[in-house]
């Protein structure tokens, strides 16, 4: 028989989520109101209940003519005060993909310094415009973030709302089932961003409770005022 | 307010619920939701029957999402009536501890129940955060390492290996024995068929989320979810159906669910003793121990169990552990040991501990001050043959007693650069988002003011050394009688010896050049 050794200072794999906000000039007004409004909730509901917060890692990416890191990577239960975001330029996807790439791997060198072992890690991204940068240029940024060779490639959930094009969300999904949502045609943004943000702690607390399985899921989040984009099944 | 029958045909009178009219009942905010219905609370208590809904207690409504039969809820809710007239210090206990529902909520279908009463978490479980509302002070914040709650939300919970961790397990046991019948001086109740008239209750979810905890004023559980509890009953009028274990696989917990039951079958009673050994050793080892993904993957378990220093002066007890080995076994599921055997356990272990006291406390507070039975199976020196010790091929448990390190936790503020909630004062970041060293846990002491050497006086001086001397000689001589610790006992008897002997030198060297002279020899 086989021995299974379990001490004290075992912990689970952690499952880490990255949320990557669009945060151009069409984000002005409201809709980015509403993303500091509702990040505290992310923490509250994640990061105050031990059990959730001991298996999610999350950090917070903004991009725009380039891409930040304004919450690093962090155990939700230890973070004092969330960030808020402010509306820079344009849409570069490409700096968020190429800046995600690179988070990514640096992340996860340095926790598995700390000792932790990670799930496949998962990127929230967020939009509400059509990417400004050329489409070869993103595309390729997006082709070296999933790069199934690079063994640290996330998952991806697109969300989009106000002029998104669902092709190009489904792209950034991998054009993998209930991966890529719209929001609803005529959707107020003061609507769809709450109930956005609170399908994506859904989604966090129930992906975390797949976790302690030791078979992990990314559950896709519950959204009354978007659909799922439909995409094809390959062959 | 009006009680509404229910259809006859009920033979005993724990098979008659309470029934209260939905019509009836003003329920005020929502205080949670989840899968199987919405929880309110309940603003106009209603007064039907002394005893159980006229004592004052706050009560909740939890609305059903899916309404059932009332005679499939019948046995859980008369449960608590039934053991009322029939072991009242065993009603007392489910009372004190949990939230088993005391009546069900009817439509204006007949027969069809829409929700149930339970009473509402009394204000000691809860707890608050450094920066929020009252929460439910849940077995998460006891299975956590506590330099980590102190650190993230400003709970202090006592160190691993502490007396009120195995108290608060204690009073679980306690429940548990309740529930199970086990314990309390009855053949009929060992076996697994169910006592005519009296049902033995499978919570089934007894997880870190529906167990609460208090240490204030005296360390206690409260379980909640209990409407999702089955009764298996022999009554002879029962229908067919409520005599199995369980009506059908109620939702449980991953990471506290009982590896032994397959997706899809309802949790049973051993479910309930897998998941009171599994408290033990989160709650007394303060860790999440990862361990049903690998019970499920096979190959024996070895648990290593970090204990306070602390712990060195309690002799072996081989036999607790042989009960967390028993308990977590997915071979030997019948052999599961019962909470009576937990709970006689326990109060051997606070006992040892020098916290006899607590356990005392722990009973007087659940209403029921007769120490467990043990279930015949737990040697101990209240009289009972103390059998062999059960072995199981598929766990092992081992406590490792170490000293504990200094917290690595910290708090995690905005990036660099970047503004937080609170403007440019929030916290920086140590690195790519990995808790900073913290300031280590502080060690609480008495120092030498509690050896009273700061006002000694001789005769109090000799006292205690004298008491320390006899003190360090039983340690060893018990350590050498306990197998297991025998070479720390003769290690430490060793010790004493040497001292012994340097002791005697001085006293000689004293008495040849001090004493003899003066008294002339």
């Known amino acids: 028989m086989t021995s299974n050794y379990v001490g004290t200072e075992e912990r689970y794999a952690v499952f880490p989520f990255y949320l990557c906000l669009d945060v151009s000039q069409s984000m002005t007004g409201e809709p980015v109101a509403q993303v500091n409004r509702e990040l505290p909730a992310i923490r509250e509901s994640v990061g105050q209940d031990p059990a959730v917060a001991e298996v999610v890692r999350f950090g917070v990416v903004t991009f725009s003519d380039v891409a930040r890191t304004v919450l690093p990577l962090s155990d939700l239960a230890l973070v004092e005060v969330m960030p808020t975001v402010e509306v820079e330029g344009r849409t570069s996807y490409a700096a968020a993909f190429d800046h995600l790439r690179r988070l990514i791997e640096v992340d996860y060198q340095t926790g598995r310094l700390s000792g932790e072992r990670w799930y496949r890690p998962a990127v929230m991204f967020v939009s509400d415009g059509r990417p400004t940068d050329p489409d070869e240029r993103w595309r390729e940024a997006h082709r070296r973030l999933v790069d199934p060779l690079w063994r640290r490639h996330p998952n991806i959930l697109a969300f989009g709302f106000g002029d998104a094009v669902p092709d190009v969300l489904a792209a950034v999904a991998e054009n993998k089932p209930n991966r890529a949502f719209m929001a609803t045609e005529g959707a107020n943004p003061s609507t769809v961003v709450p109930e956005l943000m609170a399908g994506l702690v859904q989604s966090i607390v129930s992906s975390s409770a797949s976790a302690y399985t030791g078979s992990p899921q990314l559950v896709p989040p519950q959204l009354p005022n978007m659909q799922a984009i439909p995409v094809d099944e390959l062959e | 307010m009006s009680a509404v029958s229910v259809p006859d045909g009920q033979g005993t009178p724990g098979d008659t619920p309470l029934c209260v009219s939905a019509q009836d009942l003003v329920v005020g905010q929502l205080l949670a939701e989840g899968g199987e219905g919405k929880v309110f609370e309940v603003r106009t208590a209603p007064v039907l029957r002394d005893g159980i809904l006229g004592t004052g207690a706050a009560f909740v409504y939890k609305e059903l999402r899916q309404q059932r039969e009332v005679l499939e809820l019948a046995p859980t809710v008369s449960f608590l009536t039934a053991l009322e007239a029939m072991e009242p210090g065993l009603a007392a206990r489910v009372r004190a501890s949990s939230a088993w529902p005391v009546a069900l909520v009817v439509g204006e279908a007949p027969g069809v129940a829409v929700g149930c009463l339970m009473p509402r978490a009394p204000g000691c479980f809860w707890l608050r955060h450094r920066d929020g509302g009252p929460r439910l002070a849940t077995l998460s914040y006891l299975a956590s390492d506590p330099d980590r709650m102190a650190f993230a939300y400003g709970t202090v919970v006592p160190p691993p290996g502490a007396p009120p961790r195995v108290a608060v397990v204690y009073a679980l046991a306690r429940l548990l024995e309740a529930w199970q019948g086990t314990g309390v001086g009855s053949d009929a109740l060992q076996g697994s068929v169910p006592r005519d008239g009296l049902g033995r209750a499978v919570h089934g979810d007894l997880s870190a989320k529906n167990v609460l905890w208090s240490l204030d004023p005296v360390p206690a559980v409260y379980v909640l979810d209990c409407d999702g509890a089955t009764v298996a009953t022999a009554s002879p009028s029962a229908p067919a159906r409520m005599q199995a274990w369980g009506r059908a696989a109620r939702a449980t917990t991953p990471n506290w669910d009982d590896p032994a039951v397959a997706p899809g079958v309802a949790p049973g009673l051993p479910s309930d003793r897998y998941l009171l050994g599994l408290a033990f050793l989160r709650v007394v080892g303060a860790a999440h121990f990862p361990l049903q993904a690998r019970q499920r ?58 916290s006899a006291d607590l356990a005392a406390r722990v009973r007087a507070s659940q209403g029921d001050q007769r120490p467990s039975l043990g279930g015949g199976q737990f040697g101990d020196e209240r009289g009972r043959s103390s059998p062999a010790l059960v072995t199981v091929p598929d766990v ?13 936790w910290g708090l995690v503020g905005p990036a660099p650069g970047v503004q937080g909630q609170l403007g440019a004062g929030g916290a920086t970041l140590a690195g790519h988002g990995r808790p900073r060293p913290g300031p280590g846990s502080v060690a609480v002491g008495t120092g030498l003011a509690g050896l009273g050497v700061g006002n000694p006086g001789l005769r109090q001086f000799v006292g205690r050394c004298a008491e320390a001397w006899g003190a360090a000689h039983r340690l060893a001589l018990r350590l050498m009688l306990s197998r297991g610790r025998r070479v720390d006992g003769f290690r430490r008897f060793i010790w004493v010896l040497v001292l012994d002997l340097v002791a005697a030198c001085v006293l000689l060297f004293l008495v040849g050049e001090i004493v003899s002279p003066w008294i002339g020899l």
């Open chain 2, 297 to 354: 993957g096979g190959g024996k378990l070895n648990v290593d169990l970090e204990l306070p220093h602390s712990w060195r002066r309690l002799p072996d007890m081989p036999r607790l552990w042989g009960l967390c080995e028993r308990s977590l076994s997915v071979v030997d599921i019948d052999g599961r040991p019962t909470p009576s055997e937990w709970a006689a356990g326990l109060e051997e272990l606070l006992q040892e501990m020098g």
């Open chain 2, 396 to 408: 092992e448990v081992r406590p490792v007693l170490r000293r504990r390190k200094l917290s690595a």
